[in-house]
């Protein structure tokens, strides 16, 4: 009867509070009301849950341009109400006990009804479906807010969500979302309000979608990384504060270049170079301003900086300046390669190598030609001497050692080396084929190339043994400090091991040969050549008993050795 009464009153507005409606007992069909002319309706802690009934055809809304139904405890809306709101712009039916079968029934006729609602406010109701919500709202032509906050919203997976693309307002916080939930969100928003929903990661395709987002606000989730490639164009405000994640850099928010307003305090920040150089970029340009700062920023990693405000982390310049360290790194590296290669200069490092390498390629070919079987000495010595010592070597060493009786059978590189074979295996061969080793040492020897070879590949062969199978001659004076780093071996060797030294008076000489033919030992049956080379081995030693002129050498030191040994004998 009172709303009767209104009809012929001016009143635009009314709002009935804290009222116990009885349902009227005036049912009767004359009873609509049918011209009142209230443009909003508030009705507000109203006890009696029919308060939707107050005739039996709902012409009292037709003129109602906003209702709100707040706090009523009603938790169904009638099938025949939808179509009398036809003039509603703003339906709010917040704070009541609505689910989702009784908001939201297929069975109930929807379609043009609510065509001029733009503002469709269903927040702390009962609603679990997304989907449901969607639905409802199809119809609604004009609307471009919702506010569905304060539910248990979530989304099944199994429908199919289409949403007004006229629809720019979301406000969807404090619910129990998932990331599937972004499949059945408005992509056309603009302002996007999920805070508080429990989310713990975002679906990088619905942002690629929703690229007239302006306003994010994701506050209080359960984020744990912020993701790469994260693009929005326009975005101007990001509220990512209360989350889980601890990395943040430069490229974070690179493909937002309308970002303003950031806040994302409250987050268990890793106080490393990326976060320091994020904040030094963002606070000094001032581009974008962080809300929160620095209040709300605190350290969780590492653990000596826990609870330390960001604002207070400071690890250097050089410690985070990557173009700085990468110079640095490389400029030290550079150093100590130059410095390795010429350390390996001065202790001579490449020879060493370049020797070594070539007794592993000698040994390999040797195996490969199956010529790596164990034989017998082919030789009783191998002279090693240098260019300058050949004249001595063969007018003295040759003749005393060769022609004695029994002879000793010498290998010397003039003669013996294979022709067309490389003189590294030629050495090597002929080291490893002989029972002893004869270095004829002088100030020349030291500068020879080969000798020096000769006396590694010697020192290689006694590796795990005595150098018991080397002999040395020592021919003229040899300080030995004056000698190169890579003749340590010798060092020690002219240190620690006896050796014969050629006397230059004659008189004194008979005794050396004695003493190289006891080092030498007895003469014993050696393996012979093959006839070829016997034969060649022979006709290079009678040629080299001839002078440079081509004239026969003189008999007179094989001579004198032989009668020094007949008289020492």
């Known amino acids: 009867m009172a709303l009767v009464n209104m009809q012929i009153s001016p009143i635009k507005a009314l709002e009935l509070l804290l009222i116990d409606f009885a349902r009227s007992q005036n049912k009767t069909q004359g009873s609509s009301v049918t011209n009142l002319t209230l443009e909003q309706l508030v009705l507000s802690d109203i006890s009696n849950p029919d308060i939707m009934r107050f005739d039996w055809s709902f012409t009292w809304l037709n003129h109602v341009r906003q209702f709100i139904v707040w706090n009523v405890n009603f938790n169904s809306v009638p099938c025949d109400s939808w179509p009398e709101m036809k003039n509603i712009e703003l339906l709010d039916i917040s704070n009541n006990q609505l689910r989702d079968g009784y908001l939201y029934n297929p069975l109930c006729n929807t379609k043009n009804t609510l065509h001029k609602l733009e503002t469709f406010n269903v927040s702390r109701n009962r609603l679990t479906s997304l989907s449901d919500l969607a639905s409802l709202t199809e119809d609604f032509v004009k609307l471009t807010t919702i506010d569905m906050s304060h539910n248990q919203l979530q989304y099944m997976g199994n429908r199919i969500c289409y949403w007004r693309q006229t629809i720019t307002k979301v406000i969807a916080h404090h619910n129990s979302l998932t990331s599937d939930c972004f499949k059945c969100l408005p992509t056309s928003a603009i302002f996007l309000d999920l805070s508080y929903s429990s989310l713990d990661q975002l679906d990088m395709d619905y942002f690629n979608k929703a690229s007239n987002l302006t306003e994010l606000l994701l506050s209080g989730n359960k984020i744990k990384f912020i993701p790469s490639g994260w693009r929005n164009p326009y975005l101007r405000t990001l509220a990512l504060d209360g989350n889980s994640f601890g990395l943040v850099s430069l490229t974070s928010f690179k493909d937002m270049p309308s970002l303003r307003v950031l806040t994302a305090g409250d987050n268990p920040y890793h106080c490393i170079c990326d976060l320091y150089t994020f904040i030094q970029e963002t606070t000094s340009k001032g581009k974008v301003t962080i809300t929160d700062w620095p209040d709300n920023y605190k350290c969780y990693h590492p653990e000596r900086l826990l609870n330390t405000r960001v604002s207070q982390y400071f690890p250097g310049h050089l410690t985070c300046n990557i173009t700085l360290v990468i110079i640095i790194s490389v400029s030290t590296t550079a150093v100590v390669v130059l410095a390795i290669m010429l350390l390996c200069y001065i202790s001579n490092g490449p020879w060493y190598i370049k020797a070594t390498y070539q007794i592993i390629r000698a040994k390999y070919r040797a195996h490969k030609e199956g010529s790596g079987q164990t034989v017998d000495y082919t030789f009783h010595a191998f002279i090693s001497y240098s260019h300058s010592d050949a004249e001595w070597v063969r007018d003295q060493l040759l003749p005393c050692l060769e022609n004695a009786k029994p002879p000793y059978r010498l290998c010397i590189h003039e003669r013996d080396f294979v022709p067309g074979k490389w003189i590294i295996d030629n050495i090597i061969e002929n080291i490893e084929s002989s029972r002893k080793v004869i270095f004829v040492l002088s100030r020349s020897f030291v500068n020879s190339v080969w000798c020096n070879y000769e006396l590694y590949f010697a020192q290689q062969r006694a590796i795990g043994k005595t150098f018991s199978d080397v002999i040395l001659i020592v021919k003229e004076p040899i300080d030995p400090t004056s000698l190169p780093s890579k003749f340590c071996k010798l ?61 026969q050498a003189s008999d007179q030191p094989f001579n004198r050795c032989q009668q020094t040994l007949r008289e020492i004998a």
Not at 496 to 518: A, D, H, I, M, N
Not at 530 to 549: I, K, W
């Open 491 to 551: 060092k020690k060797m002219l240190s620690t091991k006896t050796y014969l030294e050629w006397p230059q008076q004659p008189t004194e000489q008979s005794f050396f040969w004695v003493q190289l033919r006891s080092v030498l030992g007895k003469p014993n049956v050696i393996r012979q050549r093959t006839t070829s080379q016997h034969s060649r081995l022979s006709s290079v030693r009678l040629s080299s008993v001839t002078d440079e002129d081509g004239h």
